[in-house]
């Protein structure tokens, strides 16, 4: 949590550098990189408040936690960095159509560009060693990384405008940038929306899960199952157990659900399985009668 703290302070500080500079220095490259950099900030904060949610305990009216959280956040995030994207494609067009070239001022791009590029590497670094604790971490050492790249492209545009004096390097550059961050917030939306619409996980195949089910001692089948994320990496399983074994106690049955549940977590890392576990199978003459 410190670590994305000071992240975020150190970028929220430069962030209003960033976009003073880009304005005065009528350069649209470095402007979408205080739009990419402004995302980052959002996502950050977001990060922070959505960690802080999901370490809270549950609730009678949240059973499941905040684990969710994670998700709105990360929606969040790639909506407003979808909306940051249309409007430098929509400036830079206008610049365009309209015929508008604009001077740029290469020693305060690159000088912003420079410091930029100071920051995004220290915050790289920083981020490193946690990169694969959870969706937040990650996302934020992604986001950096992605605006060293940024940094690098817009100090290279301001040093070519001044060698050859071509301005629509400044659009192009911007452009790129678009271009770069366009597939990971359109992604990270849609992995947003399939949490919420509670779709089968793509790295979870049920029918596995069901085969590895069903071979199991005292299983005799594995039906009405349903795989869902609580958040990234973050799933559940409900499903009907049939037991084998005719005549079965409660307490015969009970273990036939365990060995279930543990296989469950140890094969397929799922640790919340509901388990309905059934005598007869679902619409049976002894089960319905």
């Known amino acids: 949590m410190s670590v994305l703290v000071g992240v975020l302070l150190l970028n929220a500080s430069f962030l209003v550098v960033e976009a003073v500079g880009g304005w005065l220095a009528g350069s649209l490259a470095l402007l979408a990189d205080a739009v990419h950099m402004l995302t980052d900030v959002s996502g950050l904060l977001i990060a922070i408040v959505g960690l802080r949610l999901m370490a809270r305990a549950t609730t009678k009216r949240h059973s499941f936690g905040f684990f969710r959280s994670e998700v709105l956040a990360g929606l969040g995030n790639g909506v407003l960095l979808l909306a940051g994207l249309i409007w430098i494609v929509f400036e830079a067009i206008r610049r365009s159509v309209v015929g508008i070239e604009q001077d740029v001022d290469v020693g305060v791009v690159v000088g912003v560009g420079l410091v930029g590029l100071v920051i995004n590497l220290a915050s790289v670094a920083w981020l490193h060693g946690g990169r694969d604790e ?54 990270l939306i849609r992995d947003a929306l399939v949490v919420l619409m509670e779709a089968t996980p793509p790295s979870v195949d049920v029918e596995d899960i069901t085969g590895a089910v069903n071979v199991l001692n005292g299983v005799e089948d594995f039906h009405h199952v349903h795989v869902w994320q609580l958040s990234a990496g973050n799933h559940a399983l409900s499903g009907h157990v049939t037991v084998a074994a005719e005549g079965a106690s409660l307490h015969e049955a009970q273990l036939v659900g365990d060995g279930v549940s543990e296989m469950l977590a140890s094969r397929f890392s799922i640790q919340h399985a509901t388990l309905a576990l059934e005598c007869h199978p679902c619409g049976s003459e002894i089960h319905a009668s």
Do not use: Q
């Open 134 to 187: 959870n969706l937040n971490m990650r996302g934020a050492y992604l986001h950096m990384a992605a605006d060293a790249l940024s940094s690098v492209a817009v100090v290279g545009a301001a040093l070519l405008i001044w060698v050859t004096g071509w301005l629509w390097l400044d659009l192009l550059v911007s452009l790129a940038i678009v271009a770069l961050v366009f597939v990971p917030s359109v992604r």
